[in-house]
Every structure is written in C-alpha cells, then in structure tokens.
C-alpha cells in the first residue's frame, strides 16, 4: 500500500505503477527460483540472512531514487514485494522448515499460526500508510519527502528478523552428485507440482492485477483516499485475513484441504467483480472487507496441501517452484492491470483479475478434489 501511495505522489502514471511493481515481483520470482534449486545446498540460515539484506537495501533504494526505469531496477534487484504481503524466497525457506518441524496431524495449525502472526503483523504495518501525513503535519515536510522516510522505516523492519535467524542451526549443506539445475521430484512429485504449480500461476495472476498496490490505487484515484483512511481500511482487512486462519483450519478438518480452498476463494473473486460498479465509497470499503475476511482463507490450507502432497526432501523444491510461478504470475499482472487501466478504464484490472481467479478455483477443484493430503485419507472428510 505503502509502495502504491509512493508511486502516486511521484506523479507516476498507472502503466508505470505497473512496471515498477511487476519489475519487483520479477526480481522475487528470480530469487525465489534460486531458492529452490540451491537453498538447501547452500544452508537456510545463510540463505535467510542475505535475502533479508537485499530485500530491506531495496526498500531504501526506492527512497533515493526516481524516474520509472530506475525505480524498476532498484525494485527488480531488491526483490521488492508490491502485493502486500510476504512472498518470496525467505518464506520458501521458512516453509520448509516449518513443514520439517510438523507432523501431519498439527501441520495444517502449523502454517495456519504462521500465515496468523504475518497477517497480524501485516495489519500493523498497514497503519503505517498514514506516517506520512503525521510526519508531514508535525515537521512541515513534504508529503513526499514524509513518505520517502516511511519507506527507510520499513527497510529497518524488513532487517528484524537478522536475530532469529542469526539463531537458527547452522544446518548442515547437502551434498549432491548432480548439477544444480536438477529437479529433486519423484515421478509422481512431478505431476503433482507441475499441475499445482500450473494452476497457482493462473490464480497468481490474476491476483497480479489485484496486488495491493494497484488497489491502494485505484482507491486513491476512484475516490480520493489518502493513507490516512487507506491505512486503517487495510489495517482492518489484515485483521479480517488473520481471523479467517482459524476458519480456515476448522473448515480444512471436516471438509478438507482442496474443498476449503475452492469453497472459500470463489466467493471473494464474484464480491470483487462487482467492487467497479459501485458508486458510494462506504460500500466499496465494505464489499472489499467482505472480500479480504473471505480471500486468504486459501492461504494456509494452500501451503499446508502443497507439503502433504510431496515427500519430505521434495519439500523446499516443491515449495520453491510454486512459489515461483506464483510470483512470475505476479510480475506480469501488475504491468498487464496498468495496461488494462489506462486502455479500458480503472476497474479493468479489479474485473480481470477477479475472473481469472474465479477460473482457477474451477479448475483446481476439478483436478485436485481426489487428491487427499495423509490425514484426510485417514479420517475421509
């Protein structure tokens, strides 16, 4: 949100906005693909560590810089995350380790706790889009200038968590005989990943044409919304996600997995279809809201499925590859929404978006509605 109020007040037009995010989300697919060929080999701690120093030199680069071009490549080599929320190679890896540490019958609460404390977290820094108003009143400075700053700020949360992993094991690397650009899947990995991994880069872009710096956007140019209103409004909807979790969970162990997913996320796309056409700003807040205690219901039932349905030592992979077609989706969504912004008006990327995910959920269901993680195979939902 953050990223999207900063863009505007550059004076940055909607096919650039596009670019500059589509262009960080590249940079996040790229390292996420580094990840999960050599993650593993080169050691998570160490692989943690540099990611996070990067990806906070990104933020403060932003804060330097201006013009679209070289926005867009301070924010392809910084991996900077316009979606709003934590994708890319630093959560494979935690992933990875969390899935290690769970057994089948608590990994679905695993990822639901973990998904739980990034939304909540998330909800605080959304309150953050309002800094620059407060700094900006309190010592006279530009809106601009105030939001620069904001964005060192979240640079040095970005760097927070150096310490824990600093913590962490000093796992040992693993050893192999071939090539790096091998591909440590099992015959049936294979066709599992490369089906779930086809179907994720359907709905990651779709959700590309809804990263939430384009919506942070388009609510700023449909109604005027500064991060004064913005952010409470996205505070708000953090809250909402992280409530969804515990749904999600006890939804996921009567009905399972797959069936959460699907029965959760159609719903959100058809209330975010209808978000162009209204007229009032207290319906749209409200219809969105709606949608976000609705959307991310998927998320750790998504993560959850992807490691019960893989081996142990598939797992980084696995997660790895879905996570990078799920952030190549991305990439190209936020260029393709601008695009579609400026040629069929402000809704088109909200619309489009919407309908892509409305045919991903169609899709998994249809492939994937037999394939049960191991303890719904135990206990049929």
């Known amino acids: 949100m953050l990223l999207g109020l900063y863009l505007g007040r550059l004076g940055l037009d909607a096919a650039a906005l596009g670019l500059v995010v589509g262009a960080g989300l590249a940079g996040l697919a790229i390292g996420t693909t580094f990840v999960a060929f ?9 692989t943690l560590l540099a ?13 330097l810089v201006e013009g679209a071009v070289s926005l867009a490549i301070v924010a392809f080599l910084g991996m900077v995350n316009g979606m709003g929320r934590d994708r890319g190679p630093a959560q494979t890896l935690e992933q990875s380790l969390l899935a290690d540490a769970a057994t089948h019958t608590t990994r679905t609460r695993a990822f639901t706790r973990y998904a739980l404390v990034q939304d909540l977290a998330g909800a605080v820094g959304a309150l953050a889009a309002a800094l620059p ?17 904001t964005l060192v700020g979240a640079a040095a949360v970005t760097l927070a968590p ?38 994720f880069a359907l709905d990651s872009l779709g959700g590309g044409f809804l990263a939430g710096s384009i919506l942070t956007f388009w609510f700023f140019r449909r109604f005027g919304l500064g991060g004064d209103v913005l952010g409470p409004v996205f505070f708000a909807a953090r809250l909402l996600n992280a409530a969804s979790y515990v749904g999600a969970e006890w939804l996921a162990a009567r009905i399972g997995l797959v069936r959460t997913m699907v029965f959760t996320h159609l719903p959100s796309s058809v209330l975010l279809c209808a978000l162009p056409f209204v007229p009032w700003t207290a319906l749209a807040v409200t219809l969105f809201l709606i949608r976000e205690a609705l959307v991310q219901m998927d998320v750790p039932t998504r993560q959850s499925y992807v490691v019960a349905v893989t081996a142990a030592d ?8 879905t996570g990078v077609v799920r952030n190549a989706g991305w990439a190209f969504g936020p260029p393709l929404g601008g695009l579609a912004m400026g040629a069929f008006g402000l809704g088109a990327p909200l619309v ?9 959920d169609l899709a998994l269901f249809a492939s994937f509605r037999h394939v049960r993680a191991p303890e719904e195979i135990r206990s049929p939902a």
């Open 352 to 360: 489009i978006g919407a309908g892509l995910k409305i045919v991903y």
């Open 314 to 321: 598939e797992r980084t992979f696995a997660l790895g590859a």
């Open 38 to 46: 050599v993650g593993d080999r080169l050691g998570r701690r160490n």
């Open 51 to 63: 990611t996070t120093v990067l990806s906070g030199a990104g933020l403060v680069g932003l804060a």
């Open 133 to 149: 108003s407060g700094i900006e009143a309190a010592f006279g400075v530009s809106a601009l200038a105030a939001t620069r700053w």
């Open 162 to 199: 150096l310490p824990l992993y600093l913590a962490l094991p000093a796992d040992k690397r693993h050893i192999v005989t071939h090539r790096w650009w091998h591909v440590p899947l099992s015959a049936s990995g294979k066709r599992r990943v490369g089906g779930l991994a086809g179907l």
